[in-house]
């Protein structure tokens, strides 16, 4: 038996790096991409974590590597006080039966020559669960309900939905085998953002109604703002930083996290007006070949010359549950150590200014923006 206050997955220490091959006929291993690094989190009965970070620093090979569908190359993860890795054929199906994923592209995950109730019955089918076809036909109906269409969507085709209505299926789907953690890769990237919340509401609703787990991965700042109870933030393999919603918002205390929420657009015209943009510079580095020290050195608008460049920072806990892997983090926070301007950055590490969004998108008349105001609060 696992005790109730147990949290539903640790990870502990993950990495999976893939090994970068060459050579037509003597297949040499040159090297590896670090895609996860070393993440330790933990997600409780009930709740959501949610991941951000640009794009490439590893969040869905975590994701996937939690279900086992990439195979770590070290560290554990633990689910309901097992460790993943030490199951094999029956048990680790029964295992996956109890978390499932929700893809991002609901079109490609989805089979496009089976309808409906053909998606939704063949797991039940595949797992013995619904009791004949009679009690399958009546779960089917269920789920439908649950995730808000109507019954005749049996009888229809994927594409003949909206986005938002594939994903209602994609979730459907996900849920049908009555899971307990649920891994939701970028669930509403694909949706126009009209339909974006009616997504987020109903994974919610589901949540509360079944005492769902989530880990929701996201590179939108404000969609894993509204659902989680805690979020982690990713850089190149690793978490920076960690802590509840509501204090990571309020209160980011790693630069990476500063810089990513600066470019989240206020709702407030007078406070988006005011608010500084923190540039960074140059490009996200090569998880192949990752800067030395703290791995955000190459860009960082607060890096010191000592130990930035040659000493790995730890995740640090700085208040309760606000975890932060900065050297300087205390001085950053109390405003003992000023910023420089991202065009100050990029002339020492010999590359380009570049605005960041939570996409790592580019700005060009964010360009001129300096780091030295304060970041407005949300
Ligand atoms: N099967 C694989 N073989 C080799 N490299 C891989 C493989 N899967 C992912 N990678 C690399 O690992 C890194 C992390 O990729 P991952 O897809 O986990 O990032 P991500 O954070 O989910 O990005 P995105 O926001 O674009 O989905 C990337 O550099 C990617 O190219
Ligand atoms: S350790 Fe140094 S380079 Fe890394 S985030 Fe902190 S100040 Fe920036
Ligand atoms: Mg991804």
């Given at each position: 038996m696992t005790a109730a206050s147990e949290p539903l997955l640790r990870v502990e220490g993950l990495q999976v790096h893939f090994p970068i091959r060459r050579g037509?006929?003597?297949?040499?291993?040159?090297?590896?991409?670090?895609?996860?690094d070393g993440v330790d989190l933990a997600i409780d009965r009930g709740t959501t974590y949610g991941l951000v970070g640009e794009s490439g620093c590893g969040k869905s090979t975590l994701g996937r590597a939690v279900l086992r569908l990439v195979e770590p190359t070290a560290g554990r993860v633990v689910f309901d006080g097992t460790d993943v890795a030490s199951l094999g054929g029956e048990p680790l199906r029964h295992m996956r039966r109890r978390m499932q994923m929700v893809f991002q592209d609901p079109l490609g995950s989805l089979?496009?020559?089976?309808d409906v109730e053909s998606l939704l019955s063949e797991p039940l089918q595949a797992h013995g669960l619904g009791g004949g076809k009679a009690g399958i036909a009546t779960r089917v109906r269920e789920l439908l309900d649950a995730v808000g269409?109507?019954?005749?969507?049996?009888?229809?085709?994927?594409?003949?939905?909206s986005g938002g209505q594939r994903q209602r299926i994609g979730i459907a789907r996900a849920i049908s085998l009555e899971p307990d953690l649920l891994i939701a890769d970028?669930?509403?990237?694909?949706?126009d953002v009209s339909v974006q919340a009616q997504v987020v509401n109903l994974l919610e609703e589901l949540q509360e109604r079944l005492g769902l787990t989530y880990l929701v991965i996201a590179h939108d700042l404000a969609v894993v703002r509204h659902i989680s109870d805690v979020v982690g933030v990713m850089y190149l393999g690793s978490l920076v930083e960690q802590a509840p919603a509501d204090a990571l918002y309020d209160e980011p205390l790693h630069p990476y996290t500063r810089a990513l929420m600066s470019a989240v657009p206020v709702p407030d015209p007078v406070v988006e007006e005011r608010r500084a943009r923190i540039l960074l510079a140059g490009?996200?580095?090569?998880p192949a070949n990752p800067p030395s020290g703290c791995r955000f050195h190459t860009r960082c608008?607060?890096?010191?010359?000592?130990?930035?460049?040659d000493e790995a920072p730890v995740l640090r806990?700085?208040?309760?549950g606000h975890l932060v892997s900065c050297h300087w983090a205390e001085e950053i926070r109390d405003g003992v150590l000023r910023p420089k301007s991202a065009e100050e950055v990029a002339a020492t590490q010999g590359v380009s200014v570049r605005a960041t969004g939570a996409d790592g998108g580019f700005e060009p008349?964010?360009?001129?923006?300096?780091?030295?105001e304060p970041i407005e609060r949300r």
């Open positions: 037509l006929f003597f297949d040499r291993t040159v090297g590896h991409v670090r895609a996860v089979d496009p020559r089976q269409l109507p019954a005749a969507a049996m009888r229809r085709y994927p594409h003949e939905f970028e669930p509403v990237s694909a949706l490009d996200l580095p090569s608008p607060w890096r010191q010359e000592t130990r930035c460049d806990e700085l208040a309760p008349d964010a360009l001129l923006q300096g780091v030295d």
